[in-house]
């Protein structure tokens, strides 16, 4: 069974195009991420939902849209997409107010923009 | 701000040694500290989640310390395997009202060599 899964796992494109990135976990966690890893293998935080509220936006451009139509699923939507967009992202899911709140990541997106 | 650094960036090792990854962070306020593999292409595995509270955490082959006042952490894998080579990357968590946020190291890539 999968815990976090994110679809497309490949997505390459065109500058200037929107695309969006998918997420569901089914760990039955409250909180949500979305990493993003540059071409340097650098993992950065990008944004934290819990219980569909934004909890935190790291100085993300607003090209960047993440959306959570429930707990188990959190999309990234991105317009007008740029070179310096490629990367992979990576989501993660965890369970707040535990002991531990131990991060579960999915198996990563990767983005090439053309 | 917290940053997160791992000495060495790279580490290569015959089969059979012990293999010493170090992480250090620079706000000690952490809430906990994850070790986590991630092989080439691939998502996250979690190896190792330490409390902050925590002196150590054990799992088969892998050992991690955590030294919270002296913003330290090592991991330790005895007796290395080829299957051991990949990225192993630390992250702390810290806990704050505007937001768990979860920060990466660089990463330690890692060579075992048969």
């Known amino acids: 069974d999968t815990a976090v899964s994110q679809t497309p796992k490949y997505l390459v494109t065109q500058m200037g195009n929107d695309k969006s990135i998918k997420c569901e976990q089914n760990?039955?966690?409250?909180?949500m991420y979305w990493y993003k890893q540059d071409s340097k293998k650098f993992l950065k935080i990008m944004f934290s939902y819990n219980n569909k509220e934004l909890i935190i936006n790291e100085t993300v451009p607003n090209r960047f849209s993440p959306k959570s139509p429930d707990k188990a699923h959190l999309n990234l939507h991105i317009n007008s997409l740029e070179l310096g967009d490629s990367a992979v992202y990576f989501c993660?899911?965890?369970?707040?107010?535990?002991?531990?709140?131990?991060?579960?990541f999915g198996p990563g997106t990767r983005l090439t923009v053309t | 701000k917290q940053e997160v650094t791992q000495i060495p960036a790279a580490l290569s090792v015959p089969e059979g040694e012990n293999l010493v990854l170090n992480c250090s962070f620079t706000d000690s306020a952490i809430y906990n500290l994850q070790w986590f593999r991630q092989d080439p292409g691939k998502g996250l595995t979690s190896l190792l989640l330490i409390q902050s509270s925590q002196r150590e955490q054990t799992s088969g082959r892998l050992n991690a310390s955590l030294d919270k006042s002296s913003g330290r952490s090592t991991l330790y894998i005895a007796a290395s395997q080829p299957g051991d080579s990949a990225t192993y990357l630390c992250?702390?968590?810290?806990?704050?009202?505007?937001?768990?946020?979860?920060?990466f190291g660089g990463g330690t890539r890692v060579l075992v060599k048969p």
């Open positions: 992250a702390v968590l810290l806990i704050k009202a505007a937001g768990n946020k979860l920060t």
């Open positions: 993660a899911s965890a369970l707040s107010g535990v002991s531990g709140r131990k991060q579960y």
């Open positions: 760990l039955g966690h409250d909180t």
